[in-house]
């Protein structure tokens, strides 16, 4: 693709395939964009208009579980998108059923919403908790426990759930509506609770605040201290769900089931679709009129989220992301050890793993685009590792290469 730059103004040009120059400023600059476009995916793999081939462990941020253009995947959007691609809320959607069926038989939820990202995923659940406990007749109930470091999304509500001043920043009035405690302390967390709280909301493994695994014991506590305070145990899994961990669900490993679970990133291999699952207790209120999407869990975001649980359904799914873990994490060990300078050590579960580093972390993501590898930095100076959950070994052994050749470059 011919580019050309006008540094006097610091604007990149593309030239689209009408020869008009497009300036990287026509989308709103709400990120630090590396100056790379793909053009296409094959699997394991994005390339680049220009032909070069990356090895993407970031997955378009744990979406891509399936990799790119998985065939199944590919034929059920084509043939969904020959019969119709939406259809009003207003009438039942046969694969909304389908789909709502199959998650509620792989987890502890009754009852499914269906969105179209993690945020609305995350509004649905607080809704849900506010008004399981205000039709029930508690009022004062609004208030919600969550944890440092998190991440909820962007909309206005989930920027306070995360608490984080970076995201916050220029959008005054917070929400006010959420207590913040430290992840994994148990007695910060009931210290917190009041006649007002009505739910307790926590990620099993941190993404975004830097790959904090919950330990089984914290979830316990938190299952033990909702049933004795009367709230709700919220999960945010819309990063850690959908075998990111190596089982379809983060929580199945502790055996502490919540009350409500959002679910987005994977769920749709790269169909914006999302998700919030509830027992029929907590969602009891949920009646019609109290919530609503025009888009959510249209026929082509069923498609594509039924196409990929076809995959992780099927034998021996979540198995191989056990396999391919340890493989990753034993190299990743290693990888620390001979590169002491540059890493500090590895964090996370399943294929949802972290560096931390003792160099910047987006100097580690920098010299890994140059060795043609793809990942994204989180919180605490991390570097999340992101596979697409179908990687084979030798694909897992040729990152570790790659790992190895970016830390020779950065060693201190
Ligand atoms: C990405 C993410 C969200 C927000 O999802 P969007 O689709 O960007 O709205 C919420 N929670 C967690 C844990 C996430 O990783």
Known sequence: MPRGQDSARGLVFYESEEG???????????????DLVFERGEGSWLISANDQRFLDFNSGIAVNALGHAHPHLVEALQDQAG??????????????????????????????FFCNSGAEALECAIKTARRYHQAGGRYEKYRIITADNAFHGRTLATIAAG??????????????????????????ARAA???????????????????????????????????????????DEV??????????????????????????KALGGGFPVGACL??????????????GSTFG????????????????????????????????????????????????????????????????????????????????VAGDNVVRLLPPLTMSDEEIELALEKLDAAAKVLAV
């Open 297 to 376: 869990g249209n026929p082509l975001a069923m498609a594509a989220a039924n196409a990929v649980l076809d995959v992780m359904l099927a034998e021996g799914f979540m198995a191989r992301v056990q396999t391919a873990s340890k493989k990753l994490r034993s190299g990743l060990d290693d990888l620390v050890a001979s590169n002491d300078s540059v890493f500090e050590g590895v964090r996370g579960r399943g294929l949802m793993l972290g560096l931390k580093c003792h160099v910047p972390n987006g100097d580690v993501v920098s010299a890994l685009i140059h060795e043609h590898m793809l990942t994204v």
């Open 83 to 112: 019969k119709f691609w939406h259809c009003s809320n207003l009438y039942r959607i046969d694969g909304q059923e389908k789909l709502a069926q199959r998650l509620i038989d792989a987890s502890f939820a009754d009852t499914a």
């Open 193 to 235: 609770v009041t006649e007002e709280t009505a739910a307790v909301l926590v990620e099993p493994v941190q993404g975004e605040g830097g790959l904090a695994v919950a330990t089984d014991d914290y979830l316990k506590g938190l299952r033990a201290m909702a049933d004795e305070f009367g709230l709700l145990l919220i999960y």
């Open 239 to 264: 990063q850690c769900g959908m075998g990111r961990t190596g089982n379809m669900f983060a929580y199945e490993k502790s055996g502490v089931a919540p009350d409500i679970m959002a679910l987005a």
């Open 163 to 188: 608490g984080q001043a970076k995201h916050l920043d220029g959008f005054a009035p917070v929400v006010d509506a959420f207590d913040h405690v430290p992840f994994g302390n148990l007695n910060e």
């Open 278 to 291: 509830a027992t029929s207790e907590a969602a009891e209120h949920m009646v019609p009129g109290t919530h």
């Open 20 to 34: 008009q120059a497009m300036s990287t400023q026509a989308v709103m600059s709400t990120y630090a964009r590396t």
